[in-house]
């Protein structure tokens, strides 16, 4: 019997008797794979009745857990026999832990590929976000940089950004302006996140990637289109067990006939961002490297579709928390309406706009977990010296939904406001005791060395979006209450559906 084999009985026995593959002083406790009468909200694995809530999936890991008072009250596993382990953590110590040590060094994590099967399938394997190892590194390399801060906040390079985005949302927004006072109405009642999603599609398409597509085509050709995509990557990780593309599937259902006309768009949408790299216009003009088109496509298809998410869903919340604030709201206007070009000094020196948005991130994160697979025996330490061991193979969800949400790391007693209140001013605290940054991680953009490249890029453009519509326009919610939908990214449940009023 050879080694591997040999050590496979072995943890399949300690499985089978209920052996805790975990050690340290940060040792997560178990959960159990069926707990009848405990009321949890669902099992804690995705299945097809289960998959399109996977934020009850990740509550069900803590369920109860607030009784406990050792480290297995933020971290949780389960072990099933015949399976790897899965670790869910929601303790911020250990997910900086995770993160740092995340990259291509032997024994490093990598990010777990088995949440983005759906995602691969749809844009291909060889990309920065599905890649692990050195073939990552070279991706990393090779796209990073024109996304990142000293490429973006030039001075030169900013204005020209800037000022597209700009003109973009301007001229959105005048057309819903132009909507009343053709109709007379004072108030209109509307969704805003349709909108905001053209208008992200538009800025990265056309601004950033240099494209010339109309609104018109934009708006009801590409957004529809890799919206259904995007919504067909959730399921197909979960059910497409046998891994077939749906391009290559008979169009048997008016579903499947409609996801391949979408899938078409998508390459079209791809086809026409890549097309201003030949004259160099706008990103373009800064990337350098001579692989060819096709070597890139994959990559272009996860920056449309996976950014056009995350910043939808960032700009989607931020006006959704202030629809229920109108005292914030007010504030940020004060400090906006007399901003005419967004500088990087402008942009620093908007405080409360700042705060709104490290606030929407915190408690309500675009990527509400982040996957990380234990390439080998490992142990963590965080920087407060608490250790935990991994073993090999796990499955980590680093659960920075609940962290965040989290009254022992974000509450009252460490912030002055309560964890699960919509508070920009625990920022202004945080800072003036200087702890923002070495204390308070919410994870928002990831951290360690696959921290998003795209975040300077979002920041920028869901700055812009907000501070554009406060300017214009005063909005309330419709619904009180704030529930979330999640599937790629997390977005509000009733759409930000608004009362817009014109200033
Ligand atoms: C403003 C909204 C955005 C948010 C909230 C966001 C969030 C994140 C987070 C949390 C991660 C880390 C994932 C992990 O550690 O597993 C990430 C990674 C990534 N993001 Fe973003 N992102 C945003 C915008 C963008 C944009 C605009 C782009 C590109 C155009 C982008 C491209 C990527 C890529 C390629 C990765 C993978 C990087 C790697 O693994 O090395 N993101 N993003």
Not at 88 to 112: E, K, M, N
Not at 291 to 298: G, N
Not at 362 to 381: G, K, N, V
Request: proline share 7%; charged share 25%.
């Amino acid at each position: 019997m050879d080694k591997v084999c040999l050590h496979r009985i072995i943890r399949l026995l300690k499985q089978l008797q209920g052996i805790n593959p975990f050690d340290g002083d940060s040792k997560p406790s178990g959960v159990r794979l069926f707990s009848p009468g405990e009321g949890r909200p669902t099992l804690p694995f995705p299945h097809p009745w289960n998959y399109s809530q996977p934020i009850r999936i990740l509550e069900t890991f803590f369920w109860n857990a607030d009784r406990e008072q050792g480290p297995g009250r933020h971290n949780r596993y389960l072990d099933v026999p015949g399976f790897t382990p899965v670790l869910v953590t929601r303790d911020p110590g250990i997910i900086r832990a995770i993160l740092s040590a995340t990259g291509d060094q032997p024994g490093q994590f990598d990010r777990d590929t088995l949440p983005s099967t759906g995602i691969a399938r749809a844009t291909g394997k060889d990309t920065l976000l599905f890649a692990n190892g050195p073939f990552w590194r070279i991706q990393r390399k090779l796209a990073a940089p024109s996304f990142g801060k000293s490429a973006l906040f030039q001075p030169e390079k900013f204005h020209e950004f800037e000022e597209t985005f700009r003109q973009t949302i301007r001229k959105r927004l005048d057309s819903l302006q132009l909507h009343f006072e053709k109709s007379g109405e004072q108030t209109i009642r509307i969704k805003l996140e349709p909108e905001i999603k053209v208008v992200m599609l538009e800025m990265l398409a056309n601004n950033f990637f240099g494209a010339q597509i109309s609104y018109e085509e934009i708006r009801d050709r590409f957004t529809p289109a890799l919206e259904r995509v995007i919504d067909h990557i959730v399921s197909d990780t979960v059910i497409n067990k046998m891994g077939i593309p749906i391009t290559r599937m008979p169009s048997i259902t008016p579903r499947i006939a409609q996801l391949k006309i979408d899938f078409v768009s998508f390459e079209k949408l791809t086809d026409l961002v890549l097309a201003p790299r030949k004259e160099g216009r706008a990103l373009w003009k800064q990337f350098k490297s001579d692989a060819p088109d096709d070597k890139l496509r994959s990559n272009i298809r996860v920056f449309l579709a996976g950014a056009l998410e995350a910043t939808t869903s960032f700009a989607t919340w931020a006006p959704s928390h202030l629809s229920r604030n109108q005292e914030i709201q007010e504030r940020v206007y004060q400090e906006v309406k007399d901003i005419d070009t967004y500088t990087p000094d402008n942009l620093d020196q908007a405080k409360h706009l700042n705060w709104v948005m490290e606030e929407t991130l915190r408690l309500t994160p675009s990527l509400y977990f982040l996957p990380r697979r234990a390439t080998a025996d490992t142990w963590i330490e965080t920087v407060d010296k608490r250790k935990m061991f991994i073993p090999k193979g796990t499955h980590i969800l680093l659960d920075v939904w609940h962290a965040n949400r989290c009254e022992d790391y974000w509450g009252v007693k460490a912030t002055g406001f309560p964890a699960l209140d919509f508070a920009p001013d625990r920022w202004d605290a945080l800072t003036a005791r200087g702890q923002v940054a070495k204390e308070f991680f919410h994870f928002g953009f990831g951290h360690g060395p696959r921290v998003c490249p795209g975040k300077f890029l979002g920041q920028l453009e869901v700055g812009l979006v907000v501070g554009a519509v406060i300017k214009k326009f005063r909005f309330r919610a419709v619904n009180s209450n704030n529930p979330v939908k999640a599937g790629v990214s997390t977005k509000p449940m009733d759409g930000t559906l608004v009362d817009l009023e014109l200033r």
